[in-house]
């Protein structure tokens, strides 16, 4: 059962826009990516990998709006294994790829912010209840 959205706490609404914010980010890079010449094996791995994790992403979101504590841990996971790795590469390399690393890093930053917000009181009282109250 999903939670009325009148009772969610306003850090979860942001959290909600900064994990959605992550997801448009992600469209935009992989919509520069798309529009660059394709290497050997052409965009094929690009396009699976955003469907897969973008896809966990946004279906994580989804759970995260209904109140769904396990999707906090979802999303602290998707960070860990997503993002978090991209942030060393990315300022290693950010001159060779400013738009992308640019985007990474507010990926990132929308990221840390949102798990921040689910997280902390008044959001984590908020999952810790019965769904449908």
């Known amino acids: 059962m999903a939670q009325h959205k009148s009772n969610r706490p306003a850090p979860v609404f942001w959290a909600l826009v900064l994990f959605g914010l992550t997801i ?6 992989l919509g520069r990516t798309l529009s660059l010449p394709a290497g050997p094996v052409g965009h ?3 396009v699976f990998a955003f469907v897969a994790i973008y896809s966990l992403m946004t279906l994580v979101t989804i759970y995260l709006a209904m109140g769904a504590s396990w999707a906090r841990g979802a999303m ?3 960070f860990i294994m997503g993002v978090l790795p991209a942030l060393p590469l990315v300022f290693a390399h950010f001159a060779a790829i400013p738009l992308a690393a640019t ?3 507010a990926q990132g930053l929308a990221q840390i ?3 921040y917000l689910v997280y902390r009181e008044p959001a984590a009282s908020w999952f810790g209840r019965p769904i449908g109250r």
């Open 24 to 29: 448009l980010l992600g469209l935009i890079k």
């Open 103 to 105: 985007l990474t890093c």
């Open 44 to 46: 094929s791995f690009t």
């Open 76 to 78: 602290l996971i998707l």
């Open 113 to 115: 912010v949102g798990l």
